[in-house]
């Protein structure tokens, strides 16, 4: 089982950057797939990026395509969001998330559902 903190939010402005980590516990995380999710006030939580064990699998919400990049570091047990190009439309409460069954889609998983373990999130707002 993985435990998940997240860290790195704040205030930017618009067209700004921020660095989301969000660091892990837990024997399993280097197979475990990790993921993103974002929910913003009175919305429902959404997905927005997913990244395999190796790093080499990973899927993009359209609304972040080309501007957010999800890593990984199995040594460090760390999962990174890198976003750039911020919009006030970005503004959420951010959290990562861990899947414990097999990964048979290469990483291509968007549901809640489909994930196991959750953090506590990081709020990140983008003003105009």
Aim: hydrophobic residues 30%; contains cysteine.
């Amino acid at each position: 089982q993985v435990q998940l903190v997240e860290s790195g939010g704040g205030l930017v402005q618009a067209g700004g950057s921020l660095r989301l980590s969000c660091a892990a516990s837990g024997r399993s995380f280097s197979n475990s797939l990790m993921g993103w999710f974002r929910q913003a006030p009175g919305k429902e939580r959404e997905f927005v990026t997913s990244i395999n064990w190796s790093g080499r699998g990973t899927l993009y919400a359209d609304s972040v395509k080309g501007r957010f990049t999800i890593s990984r570091d199995n040594a460090k047990n760390m999962v990174y969001l890198q976003m750039n190009s911020l919009k006030p439309e970005d503004t959420a409460a951010y959290s990562c998330a861990a899947r414990n069954r097999p990964d048979l889609r290469g990483g291509h998983y968007s549901l809640t559902s489909d994930y196991d373990t959750w953090g506590q999130g990081t709020q990140v707002t983008v003003s105009s």
